[in-house]
C-alpha cells in the first residue's frame, strides 16, 4: 500500500506529519505575538458573503441561506478571501487589524494548493507597501524560529531570512530572467494588446495561442521563465506590476504605468500578495465590472458585486496598505514539509 492511499487518520501516516503540526501551533501563536507587538487588532469577519470575490479565475463556494421566516433563500458564497468585509472594518475607523481565516477556493487541489486553507490577511490604514514588507519580514522570520530554524527550506535547499529580503521590479524581472523589455510591449497600458508580447514569447520559445490575452502570454512567460528564480537566494518581493494587473490596487503615483502592488516569493513559492488599496469607488465598479464580463466569457457565469463594498468605499475608505499571505505555505516552509497535505491537521476529503 503507498503513503498516498493509507487513510491520514492511522497512526503511522499522522506520524510522518505530527512534528509539522505541532510546528504550526507554534507558528500561529508566533504570528499572533507578532501582530500585538505593532498594535494589531485581531478580527473576524463572515466566511458567507454576497460576493466571494470577483478575480475572473477564482471560483468559489456556493450555498443557500434560508430565512427563520420560511421567506425564499438567498444564494451566498465561501470567501475567497475576507478583503471586502475587512476593508468595511477600515471605513468604521479600525486603523490597524489582521485575521487569520479559513478561506474556500475551488478547483484547486495540489501540492501547494488545497480547497480550503489558512488565509492570514491585515490591513494599515495610512500604511504603505514598505510598512508591508518591514511585517513581512518579521512574520517570516517568526515563523521560521517558532519552527525551530534560522532560514525556510523548499525541496531540499535552505532560504536564508537574515538581511533584508530581495526587491525586484516586474520590469526588472522580466529583463533578468527573459530578456524582455516587457513595458516596450505595452500600448494601451490598461488593455494592452498581445501582438507584441507574443512575438518577445514566441523568440525565446514559449508557445502561446492564437486567442492568447495579453495577460495570459506574460503569465506563461512568468511561470517559465520568472518564477523558477523568484526567492532562490532569499525571499523576494516582486514589485511595480503593470497597471492592467492592478486588481485592487490603486496606480503609483509616481510612475503611471504601474500599480502598488507586490507578491512575495520565497524559493519560488508564492507567499503573499500587497496592495496600496485602491479608494476610488467608481473606479472599483469599473474594474469589477471589466472583471465580471471577462468571467462569463470564459466560464459562462459571473458572482455578484458587493454593492454594500461599493457604498462603503463611497463613504470613504482611507488610503491603506493591504496584503493576504498563505499561513499554511509559510508553515510548509518554515518545517520543510513537502506538500501542503503535510502541514493540514485533517485534509479535506478527496472527490
Known amino acids: 500500500m503507498s503513503h498516498d492511499s493509507i487513510p491520514w487518520w492511522r497512526p503511522d501516516a499522522f506520524a510522518r506529519k505530527r512534528e509539522h503540526l505541532l ?6 501563536a508566533a504570528l499572533r505575538e507578532t501582530f500585538a507587538a505593532r498594535d494589531f487588532a485581531e478580527v473576524e469577519t463572515p466566511a458567507l458573503q454576497v460576493s466571494p470575490g470577483i478575480e475572473p479565475h477564482l471560483m468559489a463556494f456556493a450555498t443557500d441561506l434560508e430565512p427563520a421566516d420560511g421567506g425564499a433563500a438567498r444564494r451566498l ?51 504603505s507597501l514598505d510598512e508591508l514588507m518591514d511585517d513581512c519580514e518579521a512574520l517570516v522570520r517568526a515563523a521560521a524560529r517558532a519552527a525551530g530554524r534560522e532560514h525556510l527550506r523548499v525541496a531540499d535547499k535552505d532560504i536564508p531570512i537574515d538581511g533584508d529580503f530581495e526587491r525586484l521590479s516586474v ?10 523589455d516587457l513595458f516596450a510591449t505595452i500600448d494601451d497600458p490598461l488593455a494592452p494588446s498581445p501582438h507584441a508580447l507574443r512575438a518577445e514569447a514566441e523568440e525565446i520559445g514559449i508557445r502561446t495561442a492564437p486567442d492568447d490575452s495579453w495577460e495570459d502570454i506574460f503569465f506563461k512567460i512568468s511561470l517559465d521563465r520568472i518564477e523558477p528564480h523568484l526567492g532562490e537566494t532569499k525571499p523576494t518581493f516582486l514589485t511595480d506590476w503593470p497597471i492592467s494587473m492592478a486588481a485592487l490596487s490603486r496606480p503609483n503615483p509616481e510612475d503611471p504605468r504601474v500599480a502598488e502592488r507586490f507578491e ?16 476610488d469607488a467608481a473606479e472599483q465598479r469599473r474594474r469589477f465590472v471589466a472583471d465580471c464580463e471577462k468571467k462569463e466569457k470564459l466560464y ?45 491537521w485533517v485534509p479535506v476529503v478527496e472527490a
Open 23 to 28: 510546528a504550526r501551533a507554534r507558528i500561529l
Open 77 to 127: 458564497y465561501l470567501h475567497t478571501s475576507p478583503e471586502f468585509a475587512m476593508k468595511k472594518l477600515l471605513v468604521a475607523g479600525m486603523p490597524r487589524i489582521f485575521q487569520i481565516t479559513k478561506t474556500w477556493r475551488n478547483r484547486e487541489r495540489s501540492d501547494t494548493h488545497h480547497p480550503e486553507f489558512t488565509m492570514l490577511e491585515w490591513y494599515r490604514a495610512g500604511g
Open 171 to 180: 520590469e526588472e524581472a522580466f529583463l533578468m530572467h527573459a530578456g524582455i
Open 264 to 279: 512575495l516569493y520565497a524559493g519560488t513559492v508564492e507567499l503573499a500578495n500587497a496592495f496600496g488599496e485602491l479608494t
Open 300 to 344: 459562462g457565469f459571473r458572482y455578484p458585486i458587493d454593492e454594500d463594498f461599493l457604498a462603503a468605499l463611497e463613504w470613504g475608505l482611507p488610503a491603506s496598505a493591504g496584503i493576504a499571505l498563505g499561513v499554511d505555505r509559510l508553515v510548509m516552509l518554515a518545517t520543510g514539509a513537502a506538500r501542503i497535505d503535510d502541514v493540514l
